[in-house]
């Protein structure tokens, strides 16, 4: 599906609308009854453009992924070098004109044909990516060992910043922009430092040893949490019932109903659980009483290399807004402490002389979104280990793309 050239155009303009619903009240909570008041029109109309909800979404979909693929092409401009049409792109697609921020959530809600689909367009967008990131290595610009995963964690930042940014808070929109420009150029990790080198990964035993140690009915619930979880990672609120999980869990729908009497209260636990498993990472790391570098590096892997295991998946977020106000708030209140204590370890790194004088909230947000969707892009393609995924991930938020001119 091409952006329609004329603004005008009835379809592009459903689009438009529903696209910026869809990013402020999420998939589920938001009808075509409101898409039709949006645009001044009665639901019946919508219908002669798409054939339901679902087909609405899916176009919302094509639509975010053929600006990206406009966006790519146009910073690659003849003349310039890889690092500054990253560069380009990357602050054209922050810019505030017109509705820019696309939600690629929930995905595998769609039937499979759309799905496959829009996960296929997303690849491909990837891969165009990472064809400048390549020039950008020829032309000695960017130092980069796997362009498809750098230009993955690129979009995956993108795909975050709708999530976070806030135009009433104590940053303007080009203050953002500036931060996050700095941080993927540069990284946060001191520039006349030499990089350490990536340290042996950490075991996995303490983690696997807590989950084995569960009772079975623990256990039993513990694996139910697991498989909702990733039902909602994928599917979001609006492709999840607690009857699928029972099924998927294998389990009857009176088992489920015994300890969630409604969908709300089952994602509530499932977050809980996944911030839960955050939280153990970090305090692990603390008994370590590791560096910047390694600290950065081992938590990044313990993230993902647990996603695979019975402690997982990691848990995305995206959801939150399908909570009711209190709950949403409460959770929310859990979270931004415990990314307070990540920036408080930034600053402490700042502080020591290992990290740059980064703005450690936008640092932090960049980390978080790189690994965010990490579920969905790596469900099926396996190319990497997660270890793997992990390290590329982790070089680009402490090194940056800019190559580092000193020995080491």
């Not at 009240?25 to 001044?40: D, F, G, L, P």
């Not at 990472?130 to 750098?150: F, H």
């Not at 209260?265 to 970090?282: D, F, Q, T, W």
């Not at 305090?283 to 081992?298: M, P, R, T």
């Amino acid at each position: 599906m091409q952006v329609a050239a004329d603004p005008t155009d009835r379809a592009e303009e459903i689009l438009v609308s529903a696209s910026r619903l869809f990013a402020r009240h999420s998939y589920a909570n938001v009808t075509m009854e409101q898409v039709a008041a949006s645009v001044q029109a009665v639901p019946g109309a919508l219908y002669h453009y798409f054939r339901d909800k679902e087909d609405l979404i899916f176009h919302c979909y094509l639509r975010g992924l053929a600006i990206y693929r406009h966006e790519i092409e146009a910073a690659a401009e003849p003349g310039i070098d890889g690092l500054e049409i990253i560069r380009r792109f990357v602050r054209g697609r922050l810019r505030p004109e017109g509705q820019r921020m696309i939600l690629f959530s929930d995905i595998d809600a769609l039937a499979a044909p759309y799905s496959s689909e829009v996960h296929a367009k997303r690849w491909q967008n990837a891969a165009l990516l990472a064809d400048i990131l390549d020039r950008g290595v020829a032309d000695g610009s960017i130092a980069c060992d796997e362009p498809l995963l750098t230009a993955v964690a690129l979009i995956s930042i993108l795909d975050w910043v709708p999530f976070w940014l806030s135009e009433r808070d104590y940053y303007t929109r080009q203050q953002a922009i500036d931060a996050i420009d700095d941080i993927i150029t540069h990284g946060v990790y001191r520039r006349e430092i030499a990089l350490p080198k990536m340290p042996e990964p950490l075991s996995l035993a303490p983690f696997l040893e807590a989950r084995a140690a569960l009772n079975k009915r623990a256990a039993k619930f513990d694996r139910m949490l697991s498989i909702a979880s990733d039902s909602f990672n994928r599917r979001g609120a609006s492709g999840t019932s607690l009857e699928s999980i029972a099924v998927d869990a294998g389990m009857t729908r009176a088992g489920i109903y015994y300890h969630f009497s409604e969908k709300e209260s089952l994602l509530l636990a499932c977050l809980r659980r996944g911030l839960a498993g955050e939280v153990s990472i970090r305090e692990h790391l603390q008994e370590h009483s590791l560096g910047a570098f390694d600290h950065i590096v081992q938590r990044i892997r313990l993230l993902l290399m647990l996603h695979d295991t019975p402690c997982g998946p990691k848990a995305t977020y995206h959801n939150i807004n399908y909570l009711n106000d209190a709950d949403r708030k409460a959770y929310v209140g859990d979270v931004l402490a415990t990314i307070r204590q990540d920036q408080n370890s930034y600053q402490r790194w700042v502080d020591e002389g290992r990290f740059r004088r980064i703005d450690t909230y936008f640092a932090e947000r960049i980390l978080t979104g790189m690994g965010h969707w990490y579920p969905i892009w790596f469900k099926t393609r396996r190319d990497w280990s997660p270890a793997e995924i992990a390290d590329h991930f982790a070089r680009l938020f402490l090194a940056g793309l800019k190559p580092r001119r000193h020995p080491g």
